[in-house]
Structure formats: structure tokens, C-alpha cells
């Protein structure tokens, strides 16, 4: 059986979040699959340390899908056929064997989270650039 953690990289929260620090208009993030691809490999980077890692498996098993709208971050597959167990399991009934590893990693990129703040000083740039390229 396989078992996945999907993510959705929300377009629509980092562009409300990084118009908040921006004057003037800011791309959207469905028309420059690039920058969402950056975006969400910045994710991984700051939730890595938090997914549990006995064996490296789970992490290494993650990927970005893209579609003309959206991105996705997926851990597991029929690989890692435990990704979704790990990932909503209560962290007590877990002996994690990496310090500081839980369950429902992505929380550290939602919006009010610290990761996600600096999901966005990541972003905000990026979008910026964009604009004054394109502006040109």
C-alpha cells in the first residue's frame, strides 16, 4: 500500500503575506512556476529537520510535483510505504531517534509559524526581482 504527505505550497497566503511587505504589484505565483518551484524547495529545507529520519528514508523520499497552478511538496511513496503513519501518529507513541523530528511536519511552514515567516523573507525578493524584470 502506498502512503504519501502531500503539501500544498499555497500561492495564495505566500502572495498575501509578501504584498503585506510590498509596495506596489507583485507577481502571482501561478504565472512563474520557477519561483514556485524555489519556494518550495526553500519548505523542505526548513522542515527537514523536522521530519523523522531513522533511516533517511522518508526524507530523501520527498519530491515537488508542479501543474500550471500549483506545487506540491510529497513525502513517501511505495518506497517509503509509512510516510502518512509517521506523519499523523501522536509523537508519544513514537522513541524518535532524531532529536527534535514529529509528526505533522508541515505545520512549521503555516502561516503564523515561524518557518513560514521565514518562508516569506525568502519569497519576497524573489517577487520583487520579478516585478522590476518584467517592468522593464
Known sequence: MMSKVVFKVSAKNIRQAVKERVEGPIIALTKNPDIRRLIAEKAVDIVTPYVPKKTGALRNSVHITQTAKDTKIIW???????????????????????????????????????????????????MKKEVRRGSK
Not at 506523519?87 to 518557518?115: F, H, Q, V
Open 76 to 126: 513517501g511513496g511505495e518506497e517509503v510505504n509509512y510516510a502518512e503513519y509517521q506523519y499523523t501518529a501522536d509523537d508519544w507513541l513514537w522513541n524518535r531517534t532524531t532529536p527534535g523530528t514529529k509528526s505533522y511536519w508541515t505545520e512549521e511552514i503555516e502561516p503564523g509559524s515561524d518557518g513560514f515567516n521565514e518562508l516569506i523573507d525568502f519569497a519576497t525578493p524573489l
